[in-house]
């Protein structure tokens, strides 16, 4: 038990990497991609050109267009791991090749985004979203929830889509499923997995949660029933890990069928075919696959279109950067400013579009223990950092500074507040405003004339930026040393057991609104271990009205966003613009990293790949 907690540690905040390289909204920056009618209005450094009907493509370095044309089957993508997959298909964070080998019930949907230049453009799947009305059914063909009468439980009901397959893996697993049709039992039998088998992090980590069980109520359907308090937060993780897998792998080889590649068969587009650790990870088409283009000029087609899918492993960014360079790779995401503009020049028919942000891990302390539990301290804490010189010299002034407890993210608008908001009160503007001369005499007026010293965990990756901070605070009299946690393992545990007095680590998504664990649950997530009533009952009131409204309750939990900052409970660092890069190749590609939630790659199966032109660039 203990190994696999450890296991969780280190793939949540692997996860959480991947997902706090979140996405802002599309702007007027070199490379955004806008969507007009049913091309693309792609913004250069040269000026504006239009895409026509054809258009899917992004911004190139060389300011053209790359327009889609007829979509083509068949060639390789090739895209990079930066670590051994660490494979269990029932855990929160499955590795990358398992997400393209199997399909929960509800994902993204594809058409809610840029889609190519075709699709709505609500969102650009930059950054994980969960957002009901950008969601699609996948393997549940229909899907809702309804509150009991008596206001207490929540029951969630699915059907099953008809005519879905388990791959024809080449394999000793592939040949015992056989390649036969999904069942609604398949599903039910999944679902109770994660909830009740002890393997399942999400019965590690939700002991409170262990008590629903999926439930057939026809030959195509099943419910589920939640406490109402509960709803939100179990069909979202029950969701998420509901992968569905056939059962019987499950009987003849155990927990081993979810943790080894060999025994992986799912519904999904690609089948796992080989894996050489420290290598890659080869995936094949499965052309089987059942779901069919939705939108563009492929609508109707097959999916996928790309015949093969590799990962390779690269641990060093520097390594990774000189493969896209080379062609040996298709597409890096998550790109830092300097290393998308250095490729830019380098290599001028590369494209690009802004899609993410990134931040250092933000600070948070022990409010229930002095001299945290005082709001004069914190309050003086943030008066004696310099957001705005810290932006600018790190970062060109690009990052939004206040960036918790949510970040800009598309389709979440209310629950961001940026110092320009009408509503961003006088209170909040002044955190934000660097004065050393208050920040000592609020020290003063808590009992600390002569400051204080305390300690920080963080991770390596973060020294830089806390040294600076650090500078900042022996102004007022605030000294901390550093501590470091060995591996991001360890740090998780340093927060599990609250065994610090501030840490610096990266907080949950905006997808995990409406559960709001960062500041109204009792868990690790909460690290400044806000338990005031006020706030929990309002969240309380959020989660409730989320269930038959989502829209509504992020405008209801605004003003609580509002309060929270003016408290002071997290010392938050900037937030600046990444960037996806890619070859003109890949068509009907427009950036995207995560299609729905804690989605990992989900848009490789709508893409295609224009052989010729990839051989007219010599690659």
């Known amino acids: 038990m203990t190994k696999k907690i450890v296991w969780l540690a280190v793939s949540c905040l692997m996860v959480l990497t991947l997902i706090l390289s979140s996405c802002s909204d599309t702007g007027d920056e070199d490379g955004t991609i806008t969507n007009e009618n049913e091309g693309q209005t792609v913004t250069t450094g040269g000026g504006n050109e239009t895409g026509g009907d054809d258009n899917g493509g992004g911004t190139s370095g060389g300011g053209t267009t790359t327009p889609s044309g007829e979509p083509q089957y068949g060639g390789t993508i090739t895209l990079t791991l930066d670590s051994d997959p660490l494979w269990d298909i029932i855990s929160f964070g499955a590795t990358w090749p398992q997400e393209q080998s199997h399909e929960r019930m509800v994902d993204g949907n594809w058409v809610k985004g840029l889609a190519g230049g075709y699709g709505e453009a609500l969102t650009d799947w930059g950054e994980s979203t969960n957002i009901p009305d950008f969601d699609t059914g996948i393997l549940a063909t229909d899907y809702g929830w309804e509150i009991t009468e008596d206001g207490t439980e929540v029951r969630t009901w699915y059907t099953i889509r008809q005519g879905v397959h388990f791959a024809n893996v080449p394999s000793e697993a592939g040949a015992m499923v056989g390649g036969r049709e999904m069942t609604v039992d398949d599903v039910v039998w999944t679902w109770n997995q994660i909830i009740h088998d002890e393997n399942a992090q999400n019965w590690q980590l939700y002991p409170g949660v262990r008590y629903p069980t999926a439930v057939k109520t026809g030959p195509n359907s099943f419910e589920i029933t939640h406490k109402l308090e509960d709803h939100i937060g179990g069909i979202m993780r029950e969701n998420l890990c509901g992968r569905v897998m056939p059962p019987e792998l499950w009987d003849a080889y155990g927990y081993d069928s979810a943790t080894e590649w060999q025994y992986d068969v799912g519904t999904g587009p690609y089948m796992i075919t080989d894996y050489v650790a420290g290598n890659a990870v080869q995936l094949t088409r499965n052309p089987d696959y059942w779901m069919t283009d939705p939108i563009g000029p492929g609508e109707g087609n097959q999916l996928p279109y790309i015949e093969n899918l590799k990962y390779i492993i690269m641990q060093d960014a520097s390594t990774r950067q000189a493969a896209l360079r080379s062609g040996k790779v298709d597409v890096l995401n998550a790109m830092y400013p300097e290393d998308k503009d250095l490729l830019i020049q380098t290599n001028p028919d590369l494209v690009y579009a802004e899609r993410g942000q990134w931040g250092v891990a933000p600070l948070f302390m022990k409010t229930t223990e002095a001299p945290f539990n005082d709001i004069k301290v914190r309050k003086a804490m943030m008066m004696a950092t310099n957001f705005q010189e810290i932006n600018d010299g790190l970062y060109d002034g690009m990052g939004d500074i206040i960036s918790w407890p949510y970040f800009d993210v598309k389709g979440y608008e209310p629950l961001f507040v940026s110092l320009d908001d009408p509503d961003c009160t006088p209170e909040i503007r002044e955190l934000y405003t660097y004065n050393p001369d208050k920040a000592k005499q609020l020290l003063a007026d808590a009992g600390y004339p002569d400051g204080f010293k305390t300690t920080l965990a ?119 613009p990444t960037y996806s890069v890619w070859w003109p190749w890949l068509k009907n590609y427009s950036g995207e990293n995560s299609v729905g939630y804690w989605g990992t790659g989900e848009w490789v199966k709508f893409i295609w790949i224009d052989q010729n032109e990839k051989d007219d660039l010599g690659k």
Request: glycine residues 4%; charged residues 15%; aromatic residues 10%.
């Open 458 to 576: 963080l991770t390596s990756d973060a020294v830089d930026y806390y040294s600076i901070l650090q500078d900042y605070w022996s102004q007022v009299g605030i000294d901390f040393d550093l501590n470091i946690s060995p591996d991001p393992g360890a740090h998780i545990g340093v927060a599990f057991s609250v065994s610090y007095d501030m840490i610096a680590i990266g907080t949950s998504p905006n997808s995990s609104y409406p559960e709001q664990s960062l500041y109204a649950a009792q868990n690790w997530v909460n690290c400044s271990l806000i338990n005031e009533p006020m706030v929990n009952e309002k969240a309380e009131e959020v989660r409730r009205l989320a269930i038959t409204d989502f829209q509504a309750s992020m405008e209801l939990c605004r003003p609580l966003v509002l309060y929270l900052l003016e408290q002071a409970y997290c010392v938050p660092t900037p937030r600046v």
